[in-house]
């Protein structure tokens, strides 16, 4: 069974970087593709990201250029750094497997617990 | 970037309900469609993907359809864990999108 579990801070400035790490356990980040996804309060689900098992990286176009994933194999860990932040970005933030299977069908399968980031002054 | 549409935003039923939830893609996405659980406070559930594959361990009462931009969710015999909001994803293509939820609540 593959766990995911976020960590960071959870309230950070305008104009500041949220970083966030994920810890996966009971399985490699080596394997399959490995994303974070948002929800503000209330809200719906942006996908804002992933770092593939061959480390290539693809990002939503409205957040390209303030955000940046990052994989570190030995820990068995990815990061998520999204920096200039506004009000706007207050949300839950997720980190998630997207499973890719032998008849090429792509699935969020495993999320963790998310991490409320708040951005306030 | 696909727009997927999904509807009715809410809906009020009853526990024994036959339920139906249609999400619309902007454009095709053959049957590139999962949907998801979420209930307050948690982490969204993976229940189908490929628009009408079970996730391990999803109860038969749900079941998906569809292909091309048309497709639908139904929950045969609502139960009262199944009071949630659920998501359509496509994954035809990035960057990934996600309907804006039903909320499927108790009447």
Same mark, same amino acid.
Not at chain 2, 78 to 104: M, N
């Given at each position: 069974?593959?766990?995911?579990?976020?960590?960071?801070?959870?309230?950070?400035?305008?104009?500041?970087?949220?970083?966030?790490?994920?810890?996966?356990?009971?399985?490699? #980040?080596?394997?399959?593709?490995?994303?974070? #996804?948002?929800?503000?309060?209330?809200?719906?689900?942006?996908? #804002?990201?992933?770092?593939?098992?061959?480390?290539?990286?693809?990002?939503?176009?409205?957040?390209?250029?303030?955000?940046? #994933?990052?994989?570190?194999?030995?820990?068995?860990?990815?990061?998520?750094?999204?920096?200039?932040?506004?009000?706007?970005?207050?949300?839950?933030?997720?980190?998630?497997?997207?499973?890719?299977?032998?008849?090429?069908?792509?699935?969020?399968?495993?999320?963790?617990?998310?991490?409320?980031?708040?951005?306030?002054? | 970037?696909?727009?997927?549409?999904?509807?009715?935003?809410?809906? +009020?039923?009853?526990?024994?309900?036959?339920?139906?939830?249609?999400?619309?893609?902007?454009?095709?996405?053959?049957?590139?469609?999962?949907?998801? !659980?979420?209930?307050?406070? !948690?982490?969204?559930?993976?229940?189908?993907?490929?628009?009408?594959?079970?996730?391990?361990?999803? +109860?038969?009462?749900?079941?998906?359809?569809? +292909?091309?931009?048309?497709?639908?969710?139904?929950?045969?015999?609502? !139960?009262?864990?199944?009071?949630?909001?659920?998501?359509?994803? !496509? +994954?035809?293509?990035?960057?990934?999108?996600?309907?804006?939820?039903?909320?499927?609540?108790?009447?």
């Amino acid at each position: 069974q593959v766990q995911l579990q976020e960590s960071g801070p959870g309230l950070v400035k305008p104009s500041e970087t949220l970083s966030l790490a994920c810890s996966v356990s009971g399985g490699s #980040i080596s394997t399959d593709y490995w994303s974070w #996804i948002r929800q503000p309060p209330g809200k719906g689900l942006e996908w #804002i990201g992933y770092m593939s098992d061959s480390g290539s990286t693809d990002y939503n176009p409205s957040l390209r250029s303030r955000v940046t #994933i990052s994989m570190d194999t030995s820990k068995n860990q990815f990061s998520l750094k999204l920096n200039s932040l506004t009000a706007a970005d207050t949300a839950v933030y997720y980190c998630v497997r997207e499973k890719f299977d032998n008849n090429n069908w792509y699935y969020f399968d495993y999320w963790g617990q998310g991490a409320l980031v708040t951005v306030s002054s | 970037d696909i727009q997927m549409t999904q509807s009715p935003s809410s809906l +009020s039923a009853s526990v024994g309900d036959r339920v139906t939830i249609t999400c619309r893609a902007s454009q095709t996405i053959d049957t590139y469609l999962n949907w998801y !659980q979420q209930k307050p406070g !948690q982490a969204p559930k993976l229940l189908i993907y490929g628009a009408s594959i079970f996730h391990s361990g999803v +109860s038969s009462r749900f079941s998906g359809s569809g +292909s091309g931009t048309d497709f639908t969710l139904t929950i045969s015999s609502l !139960q009262t864990e199944d009071f949630a909001t659920y998501y359509c994803q !496509q +994954s035809f293509i990035t960057p990934r999108t996600f309907g804006q939820g039903t909320k499927v609540e108790i009447k």
